[in-house]
């Protein structure tokens, strides 16, 4: 079966320009998740979707970033403005449902803020 | 909130020795246990899982792990490890009755010895 789809694989901005990362789930994967994956550390949870309504964004710093999955099937991250700080990888996963065990991740975007 | 500790950042092991990457966690409630793997410039791969049962769990590539709840940990263990099982390995837990976010250790490297 085809994996998550991701891209851009890399991409590097100045601080305070925007950004956008793309996702496609594994099809059939009602639940989306993005994940933040700062060097040296695990990934941490940005958002996660269940067909296209949110269902945990706690963590998703709301001033700058924002998610939609408008169509319950592939989903955008935006960040706007970007900090130093947002240097990171996004990782964005999928499962069947929103307490499947099992999430299958995409490759990630690594992005650099200058 | 439910959080993982892997207390060692890299783990050096020759190859057709046993390998073991160790894990300890912590939840309110009964917790649900997972591996990831991580090879260079891919996304996170399931390994295996515990949810409930026998506390000795068996997964992909070899690898097994051992849930003790006294001892609150699920360390991940290989009997004999190859070279190809370098790579940055992931805990993760998930509380059974709270929320379904997924909480990630900062992860092991594993450098497998020729």
């Known amino acids: 079966e085809a994996g998550v789809a991701q891209s851009p694989r890399y991409k590097i901005i100045e601080k305070r320009q925007s950004v956008a990362f793309w996702c496609n789930p594994i099809?059939?994967?009602?639940?989306l998740y993005w994940y933040q994956q700062i060097l040296g550390q695990g990934p941490k949870l940005l958002i996660q979707?269940?067909?296209?309504?949110?269902?945990?964004d706690s963590q998703l710093p709301k001033d700058r970033f924002s998610a939609e999955r408008l169509k319950g099937v592939d989903s955008t991250l935006k960040i706007q403005p970007a900090k130093l700080e947002d240097s990171a990888v996004y990782l964005c996963?999928?499962?069947?449902?929103?307490?499947?065990?099992?999430?299958?991740f995409g490759s990630g975007t690594q992005l650099s803020v200058l | 909130a439910q959080s993982v500790a892997q207390p060692e950042d890299q783990v050096n092991v020759a190859e057709g020795n046993p390998l073991t990457v160790k894990c300890t966690y912590s939840v309110s409630g009964n917790p649900y246990l997972f591996w990831y793997v991580q090879y260079p410039n891919r996304g996170l791969q399931f390994l295996l899982k515990y949810i409930t049962g026998d506390n000795l769990v068996k997964g992909s590539y070899g690898f097994e792990a051992e849930f003790n709840k006294s001892q609150t940990s699920f360390h991940l263990k290989k009997p004999s490890a190859l070279v190809s099982d370098s790579a940055l390995y992931f805990c993760a837990v998930r509380d059974q009755g709270g929320n379904n976010r997924l909480a990630f250790g900062k992860g092991n490297q594993v450098v497998v010895i020729p």
């Open positions: 979707f269940q067909n296209n309504g949110v269902v945990d």
């Open positions: 099809s059939g994967h009602a639940t």
């Open positions: 996963a999928s499962s069947l449902g929103p307490t499947n065990e099992k999430l299958f």
